[in-house]
């Protein structure tokens, strides 16, 4: 059984930066696509950034790109989500994911069957 885990999140300023990181468990996850997902109370869940597990090959929202970075490492297993220059739009919970394949499909929510518990980011102006 998948088990993702998110921590990292808090209350910056904005322009801070943050790590949110996101252990993995219960599988081997060579082939998996691990996604970063946000959602604001109301709203639809968004994407953010993708990573293939195994390739390192990233996709990130055009609302992010040049701001976050994923990245994972392989021993631990952990992905991470660097997130620089935030902003207040940027406050919300953030989700890790998982799926078992890589496609033009996985910046859709619902392509993921694991989720993590999620982490609050907040970042004040």
């Known amino acids: 059984q998948v088990q993702l885990a998110e921590s990292g999140g808090g209350l910056v300023q904005a322009g801070d930066s943050l790590r949110l990181s996101c252990s993995a468990s219960?599988?081997?996850?060579?082939?998996?696509?691990m996604g970063w997902f946000r959602q604001a109370p109301g709203k639809e869940r968004e994407f953010v950034a993708a990573i293939n597990w195994s390739r390192g090959d990233t996709i990130y929202a055009d609302s992010v790109k040049g701001r976050f970075a994923v990245f994972r490492d392989n021993v631990e297993p952990t992905v991470y989500l660097d997130m620089i220059n935030l902003k207040p739009k940027d406050t919300t919970v953030y989700y890790c994911a998982a799926v078992a394949s890589w496609d033009p499909r996985i910046t859709n929510s619902y392509k993921y069957p694991y989720w993590g518990q999620g982490t609050q980011v907040t970042v004040s102006s």
């Open positions: 219960g599988h081997t996850f060579s082939g998996y696509a």
